[in-house]
């Protein structure tokens, strides 16, 4: 078991999406996202644990000397720069019918790093709640009208000032306990970035 800060992207209204343009259309917006999205991923020191449908499961390191402070501003920074390329993409492909948009979802907790399945297939994976725990965060976003929801963790690593006024009580699914959350918008990152490195 390992602390790690986990990063779960999705995006938002891909069955419409997919179901408006021709397969090999489809192929090419994805195969573009993919690229783009690696490099920002890669430039914040972020590792892609893997790519599911058209989510996408980013890992950190918890590093002691900062608490964890710096795996949650990277994090920070992906959702920044993917937001950014997810506006790149939408331009491209102008007859798409909704914005190339997405939803994070982050979350810091103890997971095990491991090679999973069975002697025909075998992946080096991140297992745990804490894993859960991020893709529910990033379903909560949509019920909450954010682009980012972080969890308890996550945002307790940041300066308080920043956060203790604006959490949520969300019930996820899977848990009998309400979890305060932190929702902010793709709009709110540079200043909680700015804060941050105060």
């Given at each position: 078991m390992?602390?790690?800060t986990l990063f779960v992207c999705d995006i938002r209204n891909y069955t419409p999406i997919s179901e408006s343009m021709p397969?090999?259309?489809l192929a090419a917006l994805m195969a573009r996202w993919f690229k783009m999205a690696t490099k920002?991923?890669?430039a914040c020191s972020g590792t892609i644990d893997k790519f599911i449908g058209d989510a996408i499961l980013v890992r950190w390191a918890t590093e002691t000397e900062t608490g964890g402070r710096l795996a949650v501003v990277r994090a920070l920074k992906v959702a920044k720069g993917l937001n950014e390329v997810c506006a790149q993409v939408s331009a491209s492909a102008p007859r798409l019918p909704h914005p190339f948009r997405i939803g994070v979802g982050i979350n810091t907790g103890r997971a095990v790093l491991g090679?999973?399945?069975g002697a025909g297939?075998?992946?080096y994976t991140v297992i745990g709640d804490s894993v859960n725990m991020a893709f529910r965060f990033e379903t909560e976003s949509k019920r909450l009208g954010k682009d980012i929801?972080?969890?308890p963790d996550s945002y307790?690593?940041?300066?308080p000032r920043l956060w203790e006024r604006s959490l949520a009580s969300v019930v996820v699914?899977?848990?009998?306990?309400p979890v305060d959350v932190w929702a902010i918008a793709f709009g709110d990152v540079d200043a909680v970035l700015a804060q941050a490195a105060e």
């Open positions: 390992e602390e790690i397969p090999n259309e920002v991923i890669e090679s999973i399945g297939y075998r992946e929801v972080i969890g307790r690593c940041l300066p699914k899977g848990k009998s306990e």
